[in-house]
């Protein structure tokens, strides 16, 4: 019987994350004793991404249905990932873990399946929190869940450790860093030359990085108001800062992208750019040529010190403090004002230097490294590079 780690991916950022350890697994094993499957949660978000890593899921499975609530998706992941290990293992293949990362639903229903099988769960970027159960909404619940069957928590700072440490969990915590510093590792170098792909952004001159602005917004607690207040603060700036190129990609969803262009006249703000969204690439790119960045994003916070660019967090709560207090990133909320005012003060303070928080790019192999030990002791060692 063969032995393996199933890896559930569902959505970008999650395969984002989830490459690093994929990598290091495929240096260490001709024949790498993993399972990746795409839940498909984030199906046409995700294509692209695959290609980006070169990495291709061995299956995958459907957990999207239009119009579905929340509870509809949760149930249809647990009977659809419940049957496909049933398969797997009707199939002669030992799950012997299950790895996931974040706080999304495919992640919840991952650990959830874990425990009622007995499969030793791993939970990657555990201990996040902002101790409140609607802000992130439901990526809070989602990610409690998950930290209640983790074997392991590879827990990517000391104060997410600290958080789980609070929550009564006092054991299997390893702080790893954030394998989002390693992703951005593989394609840093590669930006000195780097000719942009997306269409609407070619013509712009990234050869001085002085003057852009990246904008991302997509969290549901931003729709509505929060949005229209947000838009409103970029267009005063876009209007006081003429000189800088105000770069916006658009989420695919309606109550977001279709927002944003009805209310952004281009003929009247010419240094707004609204942009489809960016593939990986690119948007590290923009990233790396970019004075700030406007974002409810948690990728983004964790990126942009990498690159020197600091970060305002539209976001009322935040569960990366680590960016707050270390002075790369500034939680704004919502508010037209306060927006305004940070931005203004960072745009006309061009030079940083700061020291990425969330890791040194090294977690990847931490993470492989403790996953390999711990199926050694629990299982008396059977896989061999």
Known sequence: MKNKFLIVI????????????????????????????????????????????????????????????????????????EKFINTIQLEKTNIIG????????????????????????????????????????????????????????FAPTKISKNNLKNEGIDKNIIVSGNTIVDAVNLFKSKFKNYQIKNKQLYELSFANHNHNVLITCHRR???GKNL???????????NEFKQYNFIWPLHPNPNVGAVIKNQINPTRFQNIYLTEPLDY???????????????????????????????????????????????????????????????????????FNFKNPYGNGRAAKIVVDNLLNTIEELNEGYLSP
């Open 228 to 238: 229209l207040n947000i838009i409103s603060a970029v267009c005063k700036l876009a």
């Open 10 to 81: 569902g959505t970008r950022p999650e395969l984002i994350k989830l490459a690093p350890v994929i990598i290091e697994f495929k240096k260490r094993f001709s024949n790498p004793p993993i399972i990746i499957l795409n839940t498909a949660q984030h199906k046409e978000l995700l294509k692209p991404y695959w290609e980006i890593f070169q990495i291709k899921p061995d299956y995958e499975l459907n957990f999207m249905k239009k119009g579905q609530s929340l509870s509809q998706l949760t149930a249809r992941g647990l009977t659809q990932l």
């Open 221 to 223: 607690e931003n729709h």
């Open 281 to 351: 690439l690119d948007l590290l790119f923009v990233l790396s040529k970019s004075n700030l960045v406007l974002t409810d994003s948690g990728g983004i916070q964790e990126e942009a010190p990498s690159f020197n660019v600091p970060v305002l967090v539209l976001r009322k709560k935040t569960e990366r403090p680590e960016g707050i207090e270390s002075g790369v990133a500034w939680l704004v909320g919502t508010n037209k004002s306060t927006i305004y005012n940070k931005a203004s003060e960072l745009l006309k303070n061009k030079k």
């Open 98 to 153: 299950i790895l996931a990362q974040g706080d999304t639903t495919t992640v919840m229903v991952s650990s959830m399946i874990a425990f009622y099988k007995n499969i030793p769960f791993f939970h990657l970027e555990a201990g996040l929190r902002t101790f409140d159960l609607h802000n992130p909404f439901p990526e809070e619940f989602n990610r409690k869940v998950a930290s209640i069957s983790a074997q392991i928590h």
